[in-house]
């Protein structure tokens, strides 16, 4: 075989899709590792199935005709139906929502800097000013790169157990002054023999976001208390709790999607993110995660560990 007919198997063969080249009576004549393993009735030499042709499997082609030699061939990708297409749709809208929402802090800045300029301004509150939007950049880029970090399959899972109290104590310790600000009193009820198989990075991941998320909308003279429950079967349960404004019932399900924040929220700093990464963590480690409460009622997020 010379170097070119090499390199086209090569390609075929090691492609990240499920790639398919037939000859003129649909016969293989090369298939990708990908197809072989993922597709049923792919071999080399032999016809292919021919529903897959048709989307009748469950699975889209994606036909690329061309001649060789005056012979005509066909190079078929073969997608499953959901798969690859969805996934690419949810990229490229993730990138755009993170490149509006990069903007909005951005364009604030542009203005701030203009205005610092005119004569007369009064420069040290545009500074301020300046750095809190500095700040929501700084926080939107960490939180997208922990989550892509998450995604590319940062370990969570810790490989010994993680005491929970200490690393509760201290995420909500370094939010004292925040949340002493916002008036929101925060708490911590934890047995100190309890342990989880999570990161104590992860699990300050999680604990400073929903005590975040307390002090920045439950309003004031509000009680945040960060709880760990065990049952019978050893399931550990970290709940965040507080008894300020809450959500609608209807949002709910809605609060651990990328970038969803509820109308009242939106006055406010923030991403949208956090709950996400919160869901992330938690079901990484194999446990899941629920929000319960009501409008007035407050807000409860339970995390469960297996
Ligand atoms: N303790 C809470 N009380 C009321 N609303 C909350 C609370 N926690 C979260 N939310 C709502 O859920 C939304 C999503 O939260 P999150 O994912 O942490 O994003 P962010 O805090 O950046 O807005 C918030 O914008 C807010 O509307
Ligand atoms: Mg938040």
Do not use: W
Request: glycine residues 8%; aromatic residues 4%; contains cysteine.
């Amino acid at each position: 075989m010379d170097a070119e007919a090499t390199r086209g198997r090569t390609l075929v063969e090691e492609s990240r899709e499920a790639v398919v080249v037939l000859d003129e009576a649909d016969r293989v004549l090369m298939a990708s590792r990908r197809a072989r393993q993922t597709i049923e009735g792919i071999r080399e030499g032999e016809p292919l199935p021919p529903e897959l042709l048709t989307g009748a499997a469950g699975v889209i082609p994606f036909v690329v005709p061309y001649e060789l030699d005056g012979r005509r061939e066909r190079l078929v990708y073969l997608s499953r139906e959901g798969d690859t297409a969805a996934y690419e749709e949810l990229r490229s809208g993730f990138t755009a929502a993170v490149s509006h929402e990069l903007r909005t802090p951005l364009a604030r800045l542009l203005t701030l800097l203009e205005t610092a300029t005119l004569p007369g301004e009064d420069t040290r509150e545009l500074v301020d000013q300046a750095t809190r939007e500095v700040e929501q950049i700084t926080e939107l880029i960490d939180e997208v790169l922990f989550l892509s970090e998450l995604e590319s399959g940062a370990r969570v899972v810790s490989l010994g157990p993680t005491p929970v109290a200490p690393v509760l104590d201290e995420a909500l310790d370094e939010l004292a002054e925040r949340a002493a600000r916002a008036s929101v009193e925060l708490r911590v009820e934890c047995d100190r023999a309890v342990e989880v198989a999570v990161r104590p990075r992860m699990l300050r991941v999680v604990a400073r976001n929903l005590a975040e998320n307390a002090i920045r909308y439950a309003g004031p003279d509000t009680t945040f208390t960060l709880a760990v429950e065990t049952d019978a079967d050893g399931r550990v349960t970290l709940v965040g709790r507080d008894d300020g404004a809450g959500v609608d019932e209807a949002e709910l399900p809605r609060l651990f999607e990328r970038f969803y924040r509820s109308d009242a929220a939106r006055a406010s700093r923030g991403t949208g993110l956090g709950l996400a990464i919160v869901k992330h963590v938690v079901t990484q480690a194999g446990g899941t995660v629920e929000a319960h409460g009501g409008r007035g009622r407050g807000l409860e997020i339970r995390c469960s560990f297996p």
